[in-house]
């Protein structure tokens, strides 16, 4: 019998990803993943660097900002700039005939992830 050995590690992942922070939310990105986030500055193709690098792992080591990791920075490019769906906000209160229907669409913009410098 021979054994099959991988060099995968125990979750199955062992491609480098980081977590980055961009307009309040954080993310877990690793090279070639698209994510879509709030509105950044920039046409599509242009190229964007998110420098809130909070954790950086892979490989079987991992670095943990304190808050964020001085140095590292995520490469992306700007895929497109879109409007997400659309939420209805409907506030009432019973028994006093009030009511108000609005709507919001938030502005968002997919990224398309080309490196992880650490």
Known sequence: MSEKTSNKSATGNDAQYAIVETGG?????????????????GDAGAEV??????????NGDVKVGTPV???????ATIADQYRGEK???FKYK??????????????LT?????????
């Open 87 to 89: 939420i209805v906000v």
């Open 25 to 41: 939310k954080q993310y877990r990105v690793k090279v070639g993943d698209v994510v879509s986030v709030e509105k950044l500055d």
């Open 69 to 75: 990791i001085e140095g590292a920075s995520v490469a």
């Open 94 to 107: 019973p028994k006093k005939n009030y009511r108000r229907k609005t709507g919001h669409r938030q502005s």
């Open 110 to 118: 997919r990224l398309q992830i080309t490196g992880i410098n650490a």
């Open 49 to 58: 660097t998110l420098d809130r690098v909070l954790l950086v792992g892979g």
